[in-house]
Antibody, heavy 116, light 108 residues
Framework: EVQLVQSGAEVKKPGESLKISCKGS????????IGWVRQMPGKGLECMGI????????RYSPSFQGQVTISVDKSVSTAYLQWSSLKASDTAMYYC?????????WGQGTMVTVSS | SYVLTQPPSVSVAPGQTARITCGGN??????VHWYRQKPGQAPVLVVS???DRPSGIPERFSGSNSGNTATLTISSVEAGDEADYHC???????????FGTGTKVTVL
């Protein structure tokens, strides 16, 4: 079964760093782009960027360029999303998704709460 | 950047047809994908590339795309169709994915 499994919920303070993960299984991880999608409470979906695990080619959406870092470790079939200094406005659900022409496969989501 | 506009809400009686629009400049020249998202769950792809249904999605779900509007049509609506629906395109100019504003479908 093709699936993406994300790391668990996080509660952090403003200014802290964070790295969340998305592990792929059931398919050749290096052959498909992985995207990260943000959903703020009560709001719509926003694509943050995508990465190709085969060569780590990364494309950031303009709103997220410089705000987060997307990376991948092929050896463990895992993609990552990280922040160096969290803000309260980063509080959201974060999803990873495998790209076909659309995003047919999604992780279960990681809730990130940033609060002092 | 490219903007996709959806109505905030659509209400429909059981057994009737729901139509959810997604407006964008010359969207007919792009491939549109649609996702259903129930509360507390991850999105699920229901239509890809304007009108293709992934395996497991009922024939009641169909899509069309022309001019400046794409439409997701849900026929014979059931209570289980109540959810948020999001459209999505790949904006080749800015080289990234764009989602619509989302539409909440309420089954009366």
């Amino acid at each position: 079964e093709v699936q993406l499994v994300q790391s668990g919920a996080e509660v952090k303070k403003p200014g802290e760093s964070l790295k969340i993960s998305c592990k792929g299984s059931g398919y050749t991880f290096t052959n498909y782009w992985i995207g990260w999608v943000r959903q703020m409470p009560g709001k719509g979906l926003e694509c943050m960027g995508i990465i190709y695990p085969g060569d780590s080619d990364t494309r950031y959406s303009p709103s997220f360029q410089g705000q987060v870092t997307i990376s991948v470790d092929k050896s463990v079939s895992t993609a990552y999303l990280q922040w160096s200094s969290l803000k309260a406005s980063d509080t959201a659900m974060y999803y990873c998704a495998r790209r076909g022409s659309a995003f047919p496969i999604w992780g279960q989501g990681t809730m990130v709460t940033v609060s002092s | 950047s490219y903007v996709l506009t959806q109505p905030p809400s659509v209400s429909v009686a059981p057994g009737q047809t729901a139509r959810i629009t997604c407006g964008g400049n010359k969207i007919g020249s792009k491939s549109v994908h649609w996702y259903r998202q129930k509360p507390g769950q991850a999105p699920v792809l229901v239509v890809s590339d304007d009108s293709d249904r992934p395996s497991g999605i009922p024939e009641r779900f169909s899509g069309s795309n022309s001019g400046n509007t794409a439409t997701l049509t849900i026929s014979s609506v059931e209570a289980g169709d109540e959810a948020d629906y999001h459209c999505q395109v790949w904006d080749i100019i800015s080289d990234h994915y764009v989602f619509g504003t989302g539409t909440k479908v309420t089954v009366l």
